[in-house]
Every structure is written in C-alpha cells, then in structure tokens.
C-alpha cells in the first residue's frame, strides 16, 4: 500500500496500436487528462506506454519531455491491441495493473476510484467502469453503434 494515499501501489498501462485509426490529437488529450487525474501518474510505480509504431517519433518525444512519468516501450510488429495491454502488464511492478486507453478522457477522480476499492477488500481482484461515448458524425455513430457496443446473433 502506498502510505501517502492510503492506494495499493499501481502501474499505470496505456497502447496506442488503435491510434492508426484515431486522431493522434486524442492521445494529447488523453495523456492531459491522465495528469489531472487523483492520485497524479506521478504516484505510479510506472506509467507503461506500449507503442505499436503508430505515434510519429517527434510526437513521442514531445510527450515525453512534457510527462516525465512515460515510460515508452516498443511493440514487436503484429502486436494487437490485447496482446499490447498484456505486455505492459509483464513489465508492471504495482500491485495494481490500471489500464487506461490513449484514445479516450477520464473524470478528474477515475484513477481514485479505480483503486480505492482494492483498499476495502482483499478479496477484490478487479475493478471496472462504465463506459460511454459521444456518436458525433456518421463514423463516430457507427463506431459506437458496431464497435463499442458489439451486436450478438443468435446461433441457429
């Protein structure tokens, strides 16, 4: 447990292999709102950026000068969007593995939430959240529509 914050110790883990198909300014933004949030990255073991390739390298570097709490790693080629997750999570020390996606914008208090309820029980293995999104235009309707809330058939 982390003393200061009365918080398990924690790594924060973040991919961009989904930024081939997204504004790379949302990378900005996200890794903006991962510095408001409470308790600050600054307070992670780690903050684990796995890079796909995707993120121009002037890019990187810029973000990485801004957020010294970056710890970027290389995604061999291929890599998907899960096995990314789970390699940040081998190269995680907290006892808490937090995955925060770059491509998306989190209330000032998500990280607290996050992981205050492992401080409850020691029962609690995982904690997750609600999840919403805003359909602007015609490709963020249908992302929303077919990606972010996937349709189930039956099978006959």
Request: aromatic share 10%.
């Amino acid at each position: 447990m982390s003393a200061n914050l009365n918080l398990p110790s924690f790594s924060i883990v973040l991919e961009t292999e989904n930024l081939a198909n997204a504004d790379l300014q949302g990378l900005v933004r996200s890794l903006a709102c991962l510095a408001a949030q409470d308790p600050p990255p600054s307070h992670a073991e780690e903050v684990i950026l796995i890079d796909s390739g995707d993120t121009p390298a002037d890019l990187l570097e810029q973000l990485c000068q801004q957020y010294s709490w970056i710890q970027v790693k290389l995604a061999p080629p291929g890599t998907g969007y899960y096995e990314s997750k789970m390699l940040g999570a081998k190269l995680a020390t907290g006892e808490v593995v937090v995955y925060y996606d770059s491509d998306c914008l989190y209330e000032a208090d998500w990280l607290r939430k996050m992981l205050t309820p492992f401080t409850q029980s020691e029962e609690i293995r995982a904690v997750a959240g609600e999840t919403t999104t805003r359909g602007v235009g015609f490709y963020g309707t249908a992302m929303a529509l077919v990606y972010i809330f996937p349709q189930y058939f039956d099978r006959f």
